[in-house]
């Protein structure tokens, strides 16, 4: 019985508290294999509203989306992988930067206060993750000398990390 009242609680405190984000500018989401354009773009807990160009609400379920962009910046749902290379979860990475056939990807494991990789619930601090997707696949640089000599390969500089 405690199990199903904390249970509902927890339910209750998260749907009155879900923070809702909003992106305004030109930008598009990829759901389902539809490019939709969007002038702005609000994520609830369950569901992700888009205000097209043309002015009209579409109203997607958040597993439903596979990519989007907002204010210039785009986002893949790519596998949040470990350091052992197993897959921990799904996320949304920044496409970060693109040469050849190589694309730089990065995570931000603790922008919400809770680190999956690590388990960890830490006070709110942007701690980022590098993943490189080319030929050989998609891996997490977790090693300091090949982060650094891939963030050179793509022109990347790092101004705090």
Do not use: W
């Amino acid at each position: 019985m405690k199990t199903k009242i904390l249970f509902l609680f927890t339910l209750l405190f998260t749907a009155l508290f879900a923070a809702e984000t909003k992106a305004t500018g030109d930008g598009y989401v990829l759901a389902d294999g539809k490019i939709i354009p969007c002038s702005e773009m609000h994520t609830g807990f369950f569901n992700t509203k888009i205000l097209t160009p043309d002015g009209s609400m579409i109203k997607i379920p958040n597993g439903n989306i596979e990519a989007y962009s907002r204010n210039g910046r785009h986002y893949e749902l790519l596998p949040l992988l470990n350091c052992s290379g197993d897959t921990v979860d799904q996320a949304f990475m920044e496409l970060v930067a693109v040469n050849r056939d190589s694309k730089l990807y990065r995570y931000c494991t603790n922008c919400n206060k809770y680190d999956p990789l690590t388990g960890e619930i830490a006070p709110l601090n942007y701690n980022y993750r590098y993943y490189l997707k080319d030929s050989s696949g998609f891996r997490l640089l977790d090693c300091p000398v090949e982060k650094q000599q891939t963030l050179a390969y793509f022109h990347v500089k790092v101004l705090s990390d």
